[in-house]
T-cell receptor
């Protein structure tokens, strides 16, 4: 069974731009969550989607948003990028319980 | 200004020895705990989990111990191998809230030949 797939793997954006990251969950998994990983803050929960509905949200500003499609794929968007948004963005999927399985992440650099 | 990165605890062990990685959690309401392994340039990989109604669980070469009294979790890796070199994270959650996993800061395990 294929794992969680994230695209793109690496990208560079300029301050003020926006970015969209994509995630394909493990087949059959309906829950998708997103995490941000930085050297300064570690792994932090962004939000979680289940059946196209956002179930939970972490403590991030409104510039961070996401959505989930009917096929369980998910996207997250960051608008008005700041230098501090440079991070590894990890998507994880779950069949519905608490155990989540991560993808390899999307490395975002904001310059 | 200068950015301060996380100071990850480092554990250095000889190949073949057993490793014990510790984690303290803060939320007494947490009832589910997971250990993840993250190798350089990769996403975290699930290792083993434990629910709060248990105090020990074993997997292949790994054992997780949970002490709810002192809110402490440990991961024991038997006969460590070079491939065990990675950063190990503990994570906790409250199933009732399902509010996402809260991750610890991580421990960098280094295997010496």
């Amino acid at each position: 069974k294929a794992g969680v797939t994230q695209t793109p793997r690496y990208l560079i954006k300029t301050r003020g731009q926006q970015v969209t990251l994509s995630c394909s969950p493990i087949s059959g998994h309906r829950s998708v969550s997103w995490y941000q990983q930085t050297p300064g803050q570690g792994l932090q929960f962004l939000f979680e989607y289940f059946s196209e509905t956002q179930r939970n949200k972490g403590n991030f500003p409104g510039r961070f948003s996401g959505r989930q499609f009917s096929n369980s794929r998910s996207e997250m968007n960051v608008s008005t990028l700041e230098l501090g948004d440079s991070a590894l963005y990890l998507c994880a999927s779950s069949p519905g319980g608490n155990t989540i399985y991560f993808g390899e992440g999307s490395w975002l650099t904001v310059v | 200004g200068e950015s301060v990165g996380l100071h990850l605890p480092t554990l250095s062990v000889q190949e073949g020895d057993n490793s014990i990685i510790n984690c303290a959690y803060s939320n007494s309401a947490s009832d589910y705990f997971i250990w993840y392994k993250q190798e350089s340039g990769k996403g975290p990989q699930f290792i083993i989990d434990i629910r709060s109604n248990m105090d020990k669980r074993q997997g292949q070469r790994v054992t997780v111990l949970l002490n709810k009294t002192v809110k402490h979790l440990s991961l024991q890796i038997a006969a460590t191998q070079p491939g065990d070199s990675a950063v190990y994270f503990c994570a906790e959650s409250r199933r009732v809230d399902a509010d996402g996993l809260t991750f610890g800061k991580g421990t960098h395990l280094i295997i010496q030949p």
